[in-house]
């Protein structure tokens, strides 16, 4: 206990790291694992390790037992936050944040990061939408102020555009192991990339439409969250439950498949069956975004969409819906309409630098009025 409280007041005092030696006849430095784990647990900050480990005295694979399987680290004082509690920061207050901060295992420490925050702390609350539901998910989180977040988290998590406004100044200040970004923008996931540098990096994609505050609602479409990227085996054992994982590719690649058919339907006001004539097009328009990304990564030439499955969708899911999708789509899809735009033009950028057709995709972006948008950027 004492090399952890030693530990404790460094970090408060300013220091950088702390580091464990091996002692073979002191118990508490027999291993330095566990005694690392501690200090872990009890600091936000501070950088750990060990000295030199002399394996002369070491069992190779007892030594490395402790330690977590992790992917992408070999750094110890990584795999020792691994073993402690992971500290999580979620950017944004949204119906997305909310059900992602209702998700979590109890014991991961969140907090989240809005412009404005009222209070030091939010009870933020969720309930899924199904026959037999559980009820409301509360969890009480801290309130941190954009601007100021401190140093010191596990992963960072936002709900915004990586490139927003305060965002590429957060994710490059905030000296966090692991950032990810809830997006499926080709050139928002570019940027994440970037400012991750040499940490490791994801999206998280949400398989559910949200609504409403106090609680929030949400109606499972697929998958609660799907994790892609390096970050995902370190992310995924946080939530309550087990998440599926994929790549960046394949999660592009699934929102080339279905937000094209979504830009579509802004020009008949977000009415489903109105849509059911332009099936052919939309499906041509998803043809088009599927193999954009697909030439970008080096991926198969994808199956075509057809048309028919796209006119079983805009029939099927206003009847499976628990709300008023019409409502729901032109409220939050009308809302992010230059982010569609921006998807829109990320696709035909990137179809026509592969020479592939992109005339439904531009067609879907005029319809939008993302010609004039495209041309100040």
């Known amino acids: 206990m004492q090399t952890v409280e030693l530990a404790v007041a460094a970090e408060e005092l300013g220091d950088d790291g702390a580091f464990?030696?091996?002692?073979?006849?002191?118990?508490?430095?027999?291993?330095?694992?566990?005694?690392?784990?501690?200090?872990?647990?009890?600091?936000?900050?501070?950088?750990?390790?060990?000295?030199?480990?002399?394996?002369?005295?070491?069992?190779?694979?007892?030594?490395?037992?402790?330690?977590?399987?992790?992917?992408?680290?070999?750094c110890l004082s990584v795999c020792t936050d691994i073993i402690s509690v992971m500290r999580i920061l979620i950017v944004g207050q949204g119906p997305v944040a909310t059900v992602l901060a209702t998700s979590f295992e109890p014991h991961v420490q969140l907090a989240l990061a809005v412009r404005e925050p009222e209070g030091e702390y939010r009870t933020v609350q969720s309930r899924r939408v199904r026959a037999g539901s559980r009820g409301i998910t509360s969890r009480r989180v801290e309130l941190m102020s954009l601007p100021s977040v401190p140093m010191g988290w596990d992963a960072v998590v936002s709900t915004a555009a990586p490139d927003a406004p305060g965002m590429r100044d957060l994710l490059t200040r905030v000296d966090a192991g692991v950032v990810m970004a809830v997006s499926q923008v080709p050139s928002e996931v570019a940027v994440l990339?970037?400012?991750?540098?040499?940490?490791?990096?994801?999206?998280?994609?949400?398989?559910?439409?949200?609504?409403?505050?106090?609680?929030?609602?949400?109606?499972?479409?697929?998958?609660?969250f799907t994790v892609a990227g390096s970050a995902s085996p370190i992310l995924r054992g946080t939530f309550d439950r087990a998440l599926p994982e994929a790549s960046v590719a394949i999660a592009l690649l699934q929102a080339a498949t279905t937000m094209p058919i979504v830009a579509g339907l802004h020009s008949v006001g977000y009415d489903l069956a109105r849509a059911a004539p332009l099936s052919r097009r939309l499906a041509r328009a998803a043809d088009e975004a599927r193999s954009a990304v697909a030439a970008d990564y080096d991926l198969p030439t994808p199956r075509r969409v057809l048309p028919a499955a796209v006119r079983a969708a805009l029939w099927g899911f206003p009847r499976l819906a628990p709300m008023n999708l019409t409502d729901y789509l032109s409220a939050h899809f009308g809302g992010h309409r230059m982010q569609t735009v921006r998807m829109l033009t990320d696709w035909i950028t990137s179809g026509r630098s592969h020479g592939l057709a992109t005339i439904e995709l531009e067609e879907l972006r005029k319809q939008l009025g993302g010609e004039k948008w495209w041309s100040m950027h």
């Open 20 to 74: 464990v030696r091996t002692h073979r006849f002191a118990p508490q430095l027999a291993s330095p694992f566990p005694l690392l784990a501690a200090i872990a647990a009890r600091t936000r900050r501070i950088e750990l390790g060990t000295g030199v480990i002399d394996m002369r005295w070491h069992i190779g694979f007892m030594t490395l037992e402790p330690l977590p399987q992790v992917q992408q680290y070999i």
């Open 193 to 224: 990339a970037k400012l991750a540098g040499e940490r490791p990096w994801g999206i998280v994609v949400p398989g559910f439409l949200a609504w409403g505050t106090g609680p929030v609602s949400y109606w499972r479409t697929g998958s609660l």
